[in-house]
């Protein structure tokens, strides 16, 4: 059976909270219901949910109300889906700091890691973002929140406009309310589509139903009609449906009002000029089908709404920050599981095996150090690391490489070492070093930063020759040398 956790967090709206506890609730009701004439085996998938908190007493919502949790985070050993409901906003009208909530961000990203499902909730989609797990991913938000995200997380995707998105096991809800959309979506990529159709039926669907007695699965299809949100929408729908030669002038009439109001409104809603929003909603147009079609780009610039390529490409590198050809190489492959295999990620127990059995067979010692964690510590080691330095992996693991050095710390080598893992950059030096059993070798060390797709340093990888023998067969041959030109 799926687990759900239902995260309770201090400031969190009640209505988010205590809604995906009924509507989980009602849905798991439903669908037991549905199961109960026919074997277990047959029916629909079915979930059970839990409510937590980081210590496992009340949470204390935004308007002071207190919630009883049934457990702490710490005490969830697995689970299959965690959702973050939405937070009141700050006196500002913002999403709440996130970094209070550092180390629910931690537990987050483990649970992310090990193979869970997580949803975020119109502001508690900042939570995923202060978790790392937004970064490269495509996601969502109340809309009055957008360049907010965007700014407090830059590496998000973030997409205007999406009511609801999943990429790679990461659900963004927009909306205080989105707790329905996201609880439903969640129950159906747990528990499948049959299982969602029942919850929604149960949840949100119409209040008759239609003549032939089905349902089409809603998942919510609320839309505000209200105020700048409204206006924002339909501007994007006019600039959706509009051709090249649309202009700022020709929105502000399709609007209604005057090109100075729509200037205003646009800046007080997105902070855009007219301008730069025709060609943002537009190039959204070209990332959706550089992701979805084969068309060459010249067609595609076209189909966008662009006057010629040169302006497109122009404008898609200003807003993608890539070449429209690179951006669907890269789309293709953050869509395809497998070329996340190779793809370094923080925990170390995800390492693919099938890497660590290569590096294993290699005869130069393989370390990798998170620069993210204290003091940089060794959070990898191969074989032959633990073959020339003596020490065993349990010796190894979370201790800075430093301990090689004993006492010998006064090494020229050092001081350009230090200056390149500051500055970034790979280094090699030959480095003085003590085995276990106190023997010193020279270590030639070569030492590469290791980036993500987004350029965040994410681990140094070293390599470690043991070049002893070596050096003291040169030395003995500069040795001989030297004596040879002494005799002739
Ligand atoms: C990936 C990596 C591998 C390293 N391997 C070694 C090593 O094998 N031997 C060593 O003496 N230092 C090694 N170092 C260097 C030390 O960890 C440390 O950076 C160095 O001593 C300078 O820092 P410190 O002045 O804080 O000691 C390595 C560093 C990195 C980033």
């Given at each position: 059976?799926?687990?759900?956790?239902?995260?309770?967090?201090?400031?969190?709206l009640g209505s988010a909270f205590l809604g995906l506890t009924d509507i989980l609730s009602l849905a798991r009701r439903?669908?037991?219901?549905?199961?109960?004439?026919?074997?277990?085996s047959s029916g629909v998938n079915e979930f059970c949910f839990v409510t937590a908190s980081p210590s496992g007493g009340p949470v204390v919502a935004a308007d002071g109300v207190r919630f009883e949790t049934e457990t702490s985070f710490e005490e969830i050993a697995?689970?299959?889906?965690?959702?973050?409901?939405?937070?009141?906003?700050?006196a500002n009208g913002k999403a709440p700091d996130m970094s209070i909530f550092a180390s629910t961000a931690a537990w987050l990203r483990r649970h992310h890691a090990r193979g869970a499902m997580i949803g975020g909730c119109g502001s508690g989609v900042f939570l995923l973002g202060e978790a790392g797990l937004l970064d490269g991913r495509r996601c969502t938000t109340s809309w009055w929140h957008h360049e907010d995200l965007r700014q407090r997380y830059p590496r998000a995707d973030v997409a205007r406009g999406a009511r609801i998105i999943e990429d790679r096991r990461v659900i963004?809800?927009?909306?205080?309310?989105?707790w329905i959309d996201v609880g439903l979506h969640m129950i159906r990529s747990l528990c499948g589509v049959e299982a969602a159709r029942i919850a929604a039926d149960f949840t949100v669907g119409e209040p008759t139903p239609p003549k032939n007695g089905t349902r089409a699965p809603t998942f919510g299809a609320i839309t505000s009609s209200t105020g700048v949100d409204a206006?924002?929408?339909?501007?994007?729908?006019?600039?959706?449906?509009?051709?090249?030669?649309?202009?700022?002038?020709?929105?502000?009439?399709?609007l209604s009002t005057s090109e100075r109001t729509l200037h205003r409104k646009l800046k007080q809603a997105c902070g855009e000029s007219p301008k730069t929003f025709i060609d943002r909603i537009r190039v959204e147009t070209a990332r959706m089908l550089l992701e979805t079609s084969a068309k060459p780009v010249k067609e595609l610039a076209a189909a966008a709404g662009f006057l010629d390529e040169a302006s497109f490409r122009r404008a898609f590198r200003r807003f993608a920050g890539m070449a429209p050809s690179a951006y669907r190489v890269w789309a293709r492959a953050k869509s395809q599981d497998k070329a996340q295999m190779f793809s370094l990620r923080k925990e170390s127990e995800i390492i693919p095996e099938i890497l660590t059995k290569i590096l294993d067979t290699c005869v130069n010692g393989v370390t990798l150090t998170d620069p993210d964690l204290e003091d940089s510590p060794i959070v990898y080691a191969n074989k032959q690391f633990q073959e020339i330095t003596g020490y065993a992996s349990n010796e190894i693991l979370g201790r800075n490489c430093r301990?090689?050095?004993?006492?010998?710390?006064?090494?020229?080598?050092?001081?350009?070492?230090?200056?390149?893992l500051k500055t970034r950059q790979p280094v090699e030096v030959t480095l003085r070093n003590y085995r276990k059993n106190g023997d010193v070798f020279q270590n030639k060390l070569n030492i590469t930063p290791l980036f993500d797709a987004e350029g965040r340093?994410?681990?140094?990888?070293?390599?470690?020759?043991?070049?002893?023998?070596?050096?003291?067969?040169?030395?003995?041959?500069?040795?001989?040398?030297?004596?040879l030109q002494s005799i002739g």
């Open positions: 059976m799926q687990k759900i956790v239902i995260a309770g967090l201090d400031g969190c439903a669908i037991s219901a549905a199961n109960a004439p026919v074997a277990a697995s689970c299959d889906a965690i959702i973050v409901p939405s937070f009141a906003p700050d963004t809800g927009a909306g205080p309310l989105s206006f924002l929408a339909e501007a994007e729908r006019v600039v959706r449906q509009s051709d090249a030669n649309f202009n700022s002038q020709n929105l502000a009439s399709a301990f090689l050095q004993g006492k010998d710390r006064d090494q020229e080598g050092l001081r350009r070492l230090r200056e390149a340093l994410i681990y140094f990888l070293g390599v470690q020759f043991d070049v002893t023998e070596q050096l003291r067969a040169e030395n003995e041959i500069g040795d001989l040398r030297a004596k």
